[in-house]
């Protein structure tokens, strides 16, 4: 392989960096995305098989429907208000503080849900059957969302804050930030679809 | 630029004295580490009675945890994006000292962002996995020598079965990919460095933590289970099964973000005038290889968190009495468990196929059939997870499919053969220690591929499944074809890596007594396998007494090989020879740098005005 030694510059375009930083992102979302489709995938391979009748035993107790739309809620105003605010610059420093606070109640709520899930066997100290298992398992996904979701949000609403989040290359990090966000939402709706479908 | 992303330099200070990167290192990463560890460990105790096993696992698995976090919060892994978030980035004197400049030996034990650094310590990494693994493989020949031999109790058989099988598929994944990947890829495609260097330090650290987390399994009863810790046996297994789905999990994380910088670094960061069709071959095996573990991996770590979850706080993932299924686990773990065999096996070939056009001063024939062969295997591979599932009662109509899919892989493989022969056919072998390699693997991979094409067949595999045959085939597969392209890998860019040439003597006693205990190991365990032992069994019939004790002999003297090539390896590197700037004649870019490597590896951004393989042939 033959070189000549044309001069370059040797620190990237900001533009050049951006479009890096977000098939980085898109490559990790791609891995996230593999994690969530094997939980919904178990879910669902559990669910038909229901194995000696486990899935959900007859007395069995589930999450509501709406419990896992309504944690999905927070995901979907965040990427809502993210994206928005990205493209309008001027109102970035409200909606960062607007995703943060949505990311954090949403936060809240998914912790308040694994605290207080109804199929727990207290004298047994396990779970009642695979239902409660998947349930549990798609929810402590959804709480890792929330706590990277909310970290992200937290820097960005605090780099708005302090004036860090202007030039090229911040603008090319708050749109991969909105693939980001845009990705939560996805596979939050996706788990709710899949707790929708509780009873075999 | 190293660790810039834009932004000019500042030359007068390269070492900020005050900042808190300074005085972070692996001593203090180990102290954190260990004080999480304790007090997680202790916290756990007051909370948890301990008594019960569900309780103890969740201790331990959550020390474990605590050790790597601890560890990498006290090495300095977490001070960039802190520092993001309260939007106070890294200045660049700090990012320099991140690189590593101006710091000697001692950069080796920092959180280092030199994906040169990074390359050399997956080297060594590698290495002593490799020798702990190999060293649990003469444990398990020596107990195997003759029938009825007590040499080690039947419990400790198993968990150095299990030992050995996970230490060598993590030490093969990123035999190559880990050293090579991180250290002369980036040089070939003409870039300064990784896409996201302070991932790149995280991907090593975050592997270095999961290492003591797998040697404590020997303190907690150890592995059981094998390598692949099948549900719901791993869930009633001892404590020992907490270090297996812990280093699992980290290492799932690591190979991730492993592979999406290797990705990114080889879409967007290669030279001027570096066309895909200009791309060096290895450059696109380590490329698919790492691309193909990002949606695989995932899965594993699933059905391990599943395995955890199941043993730490009461869930039924596998337990049928509460609605489970070990099938379940099978799925998530072969469904990551066939492609992994090729993200250890493309890696190996592609070194080789970068090697035979050098050595056998000719072309690489059709550079179009080496890429769609890789390609055509990735494709495949994640169609043909079932296959090892045809005895387990899941699904018998699906057999026939998934026999036709695996032995469809056969085709784009055939593919790679092709290419090799085609590459060293009419050329001028020149046979220094890299090529002999190339000769290795075209022996080996054919036997490897042949024997995986009878158990593919469903009937044939149903009386060979859990024998020894299997244990050979898959080592005549990853041993024979993908290690033997590592080490070729190894001499082949030792010089560029050291600054020395690895010493031929040595090379070549070590590459023929490999070989030829390896032909004597494996030839003898597929005969005790077609005759019916056993795999996983510490004892057998009287039988299989020869075919073991010749096995066992081939294991020695693939031992003695082994060891002569860590001495040439450790004298090579201390007292080698120096070696020229391209000792080879190779025509691909690292060779264009001279040893010490830049820090930026280049000077100058080098422009690429022709393909790498033109030997023979005008420029085009």
Same mark, same amino acid.
């Given at each position: 392989?033959?070189?000549?030694?044309?001069?370059?510059?040797?620190?990237?375009?900001?533009?050049?960096?951006?479009?890096?930083?977000?098939?980085?992102?898109?490559?990790?979302?791609?891995?996230?995305?593999?994690?969530?489709?094997?939980?919904?995938?178990?879910?669902?391979?559990?669910?038909?098989?229901?194995?000696?009748?486990?899935?959900?035993?007859?007395?069995?107790?589930?999450?509501?429907?709406?419990?896992?739309?309504?944690?999905?809620?927070?995901?979907?105003?965040?990427?809502?208000?993210?994206?928005?605010?990205?493209?309008?610059?001027?109102?970035?420093?409200?909606?960062?503080?607007?995703?943060?606070?949505?990311?954090?109640?949403?936060?809240?709520?998914?912790?308040?849900?694994?605290?207080?899930?109804?199929?727990?066997?207290?004298?047994?100290?396990?779970?009642?059957?695979?239902?409660?298992?998947?349930?549990?398992?798609?929810?402590?996904?959804?709480?890792?969302?929330?706590?990277?979701?909310?970290?992200?949000?937290?820097?960005?609403?605090?780099?708005?804050?302090?004036?860090?989040?202007?030039?090229?290359?911040?603008?090319?990090?708050?749109?991969?930030?909105?693939?980001?966000?845009?990705?939560?939402?996805?596979?939050?709706?996706?788990?709710?679809?899949?707790?929708?479908?509780?009873?075999? | 630029?190293?660790?810039?992303?834009?932004?000019?330099?500042?030359?007068?200070?390269?070492?900020?004295?005050?900042?808190?990167?300074?005085?972070?290192?692996?001593?203090?990463?180990?102290?954190?580490?260990?004080?999480?560890?304790?007090?997680?460990?202790?916290?756990?105790?007051?909370?948890?009675?301990?008594?019960?096993?569900?309780? &103890?696992?969740?201790?331990?698995?959550?020390?474990?945890?605590?050790?790597?976090?601890?560890?990498?919060?006290?090495?300095?892994?977490?001070?960039?994006?802190?520092?993001?978030?309260?939007?106070?980035?890294?200045?660049?004197?700090?990012? *320099?000292?991140?690189?590593?400049?101006?710091?000697?030996?001692?950069?080796?034990?920092?959180?280092?962002?030199?994906?040169?650094?990074?390359?050399?310590?997956?080297?060594?990494?590698?290495?002593?996995?490799?020798?702990?693994?190999?060293?649990?493989?003469?444990?398990?020949?020596?107990?195997?020598?003759?029938?009825?031999?007590?040499?080690?109790?039947?419990?400790?058989?198993?968990?150095?079965?299990?030992?050995?099988?996970?230490?060598?598929?993590?030490?093969?994944?990123?035999?190559?990919?880990?050293?090579?990947?991180?250290?002369?890829?980036?040089?070939?495609?003409?870039?300064?460095?990784?896409?996201?260097?302070?991932?790149?330090?995280?991907?090593?650290?975050?592997?270095?933590?999961?290492?003591?987390?797998?040697?404590?399994?020997?303190?907690?009863?150890?592995?059981?289970?094998?390598?692949?810790?099948?549900?719901?046996?791993?869930?009633?297994?001892?404590?020992?099964?907490?270090?297996?789905?812990?280093?699992?999990?980290?290492?799932?994380?690591?190979? $991730?973000? $492993?592979?999406?910088? #290797?990705?990114?670094?080889?879409?967007?960061?290669?030279?001027?005038?570096?066309?895909?069709?200009?791309?060096?071959?290895?450059? #696109?095996?380590? =490329?698919?290889?790492? $691309?193909?573990?990002?949606?695989?991996?995932?899965?594993?770590?699933?059905?391990?968190?599943?395995?955890?979850?199941?043993?730490?706080?009461?869930?039924?993932?596998?337990?049928?009495?509460?609605? !489970?299924?070990?099938?379940?686990?099978?799925?998530?773990?072969?469904?990551?468990?066939?492609?992994?065999?090729?993200?250890?096996? #493309?890696?190996?070939?592609?070194?080789?196929?970068?090697?035979?056009?050098?050595?056998?001063?000719?072309?690489?024939?059709?550079?179009? =059939?080496?890429?769609?062969?890789?390609?055509?295997?990735?494709?495949?591979?994640?169609?043909?997870?079932?296959?090892?599932?045809?005895?387990?009662?899941?699904?018998?109509?699906?057999?026939?499919?998934?026999?036709?899919?695996? &032995?469809?892989?056969?085709?784009?493989?055939?593919?790679?053969?092709?290419?090799?022969?085609?590459?060293?056919?009419?050329?001028?072998?020149?046979?220094?220690?890299?090529?002999?390699?190339?000769? $290795?693997?075209?022996?080996?991979?054919?036997?490897? !591929?042949?024997?995986?094409?009878?158990?593919?067949?469903?009937?044939?595999?149903?009386?060979?499944?859990?024998?020894?045959?299997?244990?050979?085939?898959?080592?005549?597969?990853?041993?024979?074809?993908?290690?033997?392209?590592?080490?070729?890998? *190894?001499?082949?860019?030792?010089?560029?890596?050291?600054?020395?040439?690895?010493?031929?003597?040595?090379?070549?006693?070590?590459?023929?007594?490999?070989?030829?205990?390896?032909?004597?190991?494996?030839?003898?365990?597929?005969?005790?396998?077609?005759?019916?032992?056993? @795999?996983?069994?510490?004892?057998?019939?009287?039988?299989?007494?020869?075919?073991?004790?010749?096995?066992?002999?081939?294991?020695?003297?693939?031992?003695?090989?082994?060891?002569?090539?860590?001495?040439?390896?450790?004298?090579?590197?201390?007292?080698?020879?120096?070696?020229?700037?391209?000792?080879?004649?190779?025509?691909?870019?690292?060779?264009?740098?001279?040893?010490?490597?830049?820090?930026?590896?280049?000077?100058?951004?080098?422009?690429?005005?022709?393909?790498?393989? !033109?030997?023979? @042939?005008?420029?085009?």
């Amino acid at each position: 392989m033959s070189t000549s030694t044309e001069h370059v510059m040797h620190h990237d375009a900001p533009e050049v960096v951006g479009r890096r930083e977000r098939l980085g992102v898109r490559l990790i979302i791609v891995a996230d995305g593999a994690f969530i489709f094997a939980m919904i995938f178990s879910y669902f391979y559990l669910r038909n098989l229901n194995v000696n009748n486990g899935w959900l035993p007859a007395d069995g107790h589930t999450f509501t429907v709406s419990s896992g739309w309504l944690l999905a809620l927070p995901f979907i105003i965040a990427a809502i208000s993210h994206n928005f605010g990205q493209k309008r610059r001027e109102s970035m420093g409200v909606l960062s503080i607007v995703t943060f606070v949505v990311l954090a109640i949403g936060l809240v709520m998914q912790w308040s849900q694994l605290s207080n899930m109804p199929f727990m066997l207290a004298e047994e100290g396990g779970f009642e059957g695979a239902y409660a298992s998947m349930a549990f398992f798609l929810g402590g996904a959804n709480l890792l969302h929330y706590v990277l979701g909310t970290f992200v949000a937290l820097g960005i609403a605090i780099r708005t804050k302090r004036g860090s989040s202007t030039g090229t290359h911040e603008t090319w990090r708050l749109r991969t930030a909105g693939s980001w966000f845009t990705w939560l939402a996805i596979s939050a709706v996706a788990c709710a679809i899949t707790t929708s479908f509780a009873a075999v | 630029m190293t660790t810039l992303d834009h932004a000019k330099v500042s030359e007068s200070r390269p070492n900020p004295p005050k900042s808190l990167i300074t005085k972070l290192n692996m001593g203090t990463g180990m102290i954190v580490g260990i004080v999480f560890a304790e007090v997680m460990y202790f916290w756990g105790k007051s909370m948890w009675d301990r008594q019960e096993a569900v309780m &103890e696992n969740r201790i331990l698995t959550l020390s474990m945890f605590a050790w790597c976090i601890g560890f990498l919060i006290g090495i300095g892994a977490f001070i960039g994006p802190f520092r993001w978030l309260i939007g106070k980035d890294l200045t660049d004197e700090e990012q *320099l000292f991140l690189a590593g400049k101006g710091q000697g030996v001692s950069r080796y034990f920092r959180y280092c962002t030199d994906h040169k650094v990074v390359g050399i310590q997956y080297l060594v990494g590698v290495m002593v996995m490799l020798g702990a693994g190999g060293t649990m493989a003469m444990m398990i020949r020596t107990n195997l020598i003759t029938p009825g031999s007590k040499w080690v109790n039947a419990e400790i058989y198993n968990s150095l079965v299990g030992l050995h099988g996970i230490t060598m598929i993590v030490a093969l994944i990123i035999v190559s990919t880990g050293p090579f990947g991180n250290f002369i890829l980036p040089i070939m495609i003409g870039a300064r460095d990784m896409a996201f260097p302070r991932l790149n330090a995280l991907s090593w650290w975050l592997l270095f933590t999961a290492i003591p987390v797998l040697c404590s399994a020997w303190f907690f009863g150890g592995i059981p289970t094998g390598w692949t810790a099948y549900a719901p046996l791993s869930v009633q297994a001892g404590g020992g099964m907490n270090a297996f789905i812990v280093t699992i999990i980290i290492f799932a994380i690591s190979s $991730a973000i $492993a592979g999406a910088n #290797i990705t990114t670094t080889v879409v967007t960061m290669r030279a001027k005038g570096m066309k895909w069709n200009r791309v060096p071959i290895f450059v #696109i095996g380590a =490329t698919i290889s790492v $691309a193909m573990a990002i949606p695989a991996f995932p899965s594993f770590m699933a059905s391990q968190m599943m395995a955890a979850f199941d043993r730490t706080i009461g869930t039924h993932f596998y337990d049928a009495e509460f609605g !489970g299924s070990g099938w379940l686990y099978a799925h998530l773990f072969w469904i990551m468990g066939h492609p992994e065999v090729y993200v250890i096996l #493309i890696p190996g070939v592609a070194i080789l196929m970068e090697i035979a056009p050098v050595f056998a001063r000719s072309p690489l024939f059709s550079y179009t =059939t080496a890429v769609v062969g890789l390609a055509g295997i990735v494709g495949l591979s994640f169609l043909v997870w079932a296959h090892h599932m045809y005895i387990s009662g899941w699904l018998p109509s699906l057999n026939g499919p998934f026999m036709v899919t695996t &032995e469809m892989i056969s085709i784009p493989t055939g593919l790679l053969f092709l290419v090799l022969l085609g590459t060293i056919w009419r050329g001028r072998p020149w046979m220094k220690l890299p090529m002999l390699g190339v000769y $290795a693997l075209l022996w080996n991979f054919l036997i490897g !591929g042949i024997t995986g094409i009878y158990l593919s067949d469903v009937p044939a595999d149903d009386y060979l499944h859990g024998s020894m045959f299997v244990t050979a085939h898959f080592h005549y597969t990853l041993m024979g074809a993908a290690l033997t392209g590592a080490i070729a890998g *190894l001499a082949y860019w030792f010089p560029k890596m050291t600054g020395r040439m690895l010493d031929e003597r040595s090379g070549y006693i070590s590459f023929w007594l490999v070989q030829i205990g390896f032909q004597v190991l494996f030839l003898g365990m597929f005969a005790a396998g077609s005759q019916g032992q056993p @795999r996983r069994v510490a004892d057998y019939e009287q039988a299989f007494a020869t075919s073991d004790l010749i096995s066992t002999i081939g294991a020695y003297l693939v031992g003695i090989g082994m060891i002569v090539l860590l001495y040439s390896v450790v004298h090579s590197w201390r007292k080698g020879k120096i070696a020229p700037m391209n000792p080879w004649g190779a025509k691909t870019l690292e060779w264009t740098v001279p040893y010490p490597i830049y820090l930026e590896n280049f000077h100058e951004a080098p422009v690429v005005t022709s393909d790498p393989y !033109g030997y023979g @042939r005008s420029e085009k």
